[in-house]
């Protein structure tokens, strides 16, 4: 701002602070006053052989943003599975003044193409952050994704004959349970080679995986795991009427 009189010699003097009526003693003016907040000025011009000039005075006021917050988060590079480095300090910076207490969540904004198995997401205790200064808070974000898994067969361990006795007793008991029953002048080869068959059927249909206290289980599917590439985190905080987000990547290996 600038202060001018129209009196030749006239000495303008000027007061900041609240301080309403300037005197000789106060600020003599010499240039431009820079005023960085809401502020009101008070001048008055003193010349030889002139009354003093009635105190003018002008109020400036500056408008400040609002406060607000940002948010950042740590990159995070993990193998699917992984129960270790797989977290991301989440940081709310206060902006402005502002003070409060930020709720805090997170979901995936981006990820590979076809992606199975996404990773999920959680602050647990460390939200909401309270900010009761100028320094900054921060967060724990908790990223959990799914190993892959080989499904596999049975093991030779855990097959087993179930449901028949007589071919849990063997297959040589369940041949003369078959061949007793067949008269002696019928026991050609034809007949023979019939009865091997059902053997083989019988014992095949009957072999299954089985589980503690012989119940039949059956084989674990394979699961592939969290698909590996990159991936958007978007964190969304929240204060009273003020909303900010910030974005976390996340690398799977």
């Known amino acids: 701002m600038t202060i001018d009189d129209a009196t030749n010699a006239a000495i303008i003097y000027y007061t900041t602070g609240g301080v309403s009526t300037p005197t000789t003693s106060s600020t003599a003016y010499s240039g431009k006053i820079t005023v960085s907040s809401t502020e009101t000025i008070h001048a008055i011009a003193i010349a030889p052989g002139y009354n003093n000039s009635a105190v003018a005075s002008a109020t400036y006021i500056i408008n400040l943003a609002p406060p607000s917050f940002t948010i950042g988060g740590a990159t995070v590079s993990v193998a699917p599975g992984a129960t270790t480095g797989n977290t991301s300090t989440v940081t709310i910076t206060p902006a402005n003044g502002f003070t409060g207490s930020v709720a805090l969540s997170a979901v995936i904004a981006t990820s590979p193409a076809g992606a199975v198995h996404l990773p999920t997401l959680s602050f647990g205790s460390t939200t909401p952050v309270s900010i009761t200064g ?95 590439g990159a991936y958007t985190i978007t964190v969304t905080g929240i204060s009273g009427g003020i909303t900010a987000t910030g974005t976390v990547n996340l690398a799977v290996q």
């Not at 892959?148 to 049975?154: H, K, M, S, W």
């Not at 059927?201 to 699961?223: E, F, K």
Request: net charge positive; glycine share 18%; proline share 6%.
């Open 134 to 228: 100028a320094a900054a808070g921060t967060a724990t974000l908790t990223i959990s994704t799914t190993a892959p898994v080989n499904g596999g067969a049975c093991n030779a361990e855990s097959r087993a004959p179930l449901g028949v006795p007589w071919v849990a007793g063997g297959g040589g008991v369940l041949a003369c349970v078959l061949l007793f029953g067949i008269p002696g002048r019928r026991r050609n080869w034809r007949i023979m080679l019939g009865v091997i068959a059902l053997l083989v059927a019988l014992s095949g249909g009957v072999m299954a995986c089985c589980c503690g206290g012989g119940n039949v289980c059956n084989t674990p599917a394979s699961i592939p795991g969290t698909t590996a």
